[in-house]
């Protein structure tokens, strides 16, 4: 019985790693077409008796403003170009100010954040984050820093029903998002803690202290992938 539950556990893990490797493989050059926020969030709208709305239309990092790339790296993750897909001196920092009982803070990097919303599920169980940690470094090893920006820009959700760079700019400024100025970048990238609750433009005044600050930094950042 025990060698028959170790070979099941086995086999289970050897295809695990098998799958998980050739999907980060095939998104290496294929678009990814959904991920399984935009599922649940489809659900969540369909057992609140709402619209099922869902905006995603993936673009090209050619066709993606410089602006937006810098504002999220200034805004989510500042050492993005140059650690290995983990930045522990932001979870340290992270940790230290919870614990001192100051507002949640956490210290996922853009990889991290593009691993969870590409592969994974919501949620802060101890299996989703070993899970997260696997797929960061698969990404790391196999993807190019600007292959995760492209993926990172075009998955991750910008408003209700709102996924990826190219569907925000339309939603929020009628334009493409290789057009968005500055300004307009900081505004996205100033929402995504929360891209539900805040909006980039008539925002409050949080977030216009948020989106001044990124617009500030967008300067300081060098795309060098």
Do not use: C
Not at 179 to 190: D, K, P, Q, S
Not at 196 to 221: H, L, M, T
């Amino acid at each position: 019985m025990f060698k028959k539950i170790k070979r099941i556990v086995w086999k289970t893990f050897l295809w695990f790693n098998i799958i998980s490797i050739l999907l980060v493989l095939l998104f290496k050059f294929v678009p990814v077409p959904f991920t399984p926020l935009m599922a649940i969030r489809a659900i969540e709208q369909k057992f609140e008796g709402k619209e099922m709305r869902s905006s995603h239309d993936w673009v090209a990092i050619e066709e993606i403003a410089p602006n937006l790339q810098k504002a999220v790296i200034a805004s989510e993750d500042g050492n993005f170009l140059t650690h290995n897909g983990f930045d522990f001196k932001a979870i340290q920092k992270a940790m230290e100010s919870n614990e001192k009982g100051k507002k949640l803070k956490g210290g996922s990097t853009i990889s991290q954040q593009t691993a969870k919303n590409v592969f994974l599920w919501q949620g802060r169980s101890y299996l989703r984050k070993g899970l997260e940690a696997y797929y960061t470094v698969l990404i790391e090893l196999i993807w190019s820093k600007e292959r995760i920006m492209e993926v990172y820009l075009n998955s991750i959700e910008m408003g209700d029903g709102v996924y990826g760079a190219q569907a925000a700019s339309q939603h929020w400024y009628h334009k493409d998002a290789k057009n968005i100025t500055r300004i307009e970048a900081a505004g996205i990238a100033a929402i995504l803690p929360n891209p539900r609750k805040f909006k980039p433009v008539n925002s409050s005044g949080y977030i216009n202290r948020r989106k001044a600050k990124i617009s500030k930094y967008i300067g300081y950042v060098s795309l060098d992938y």
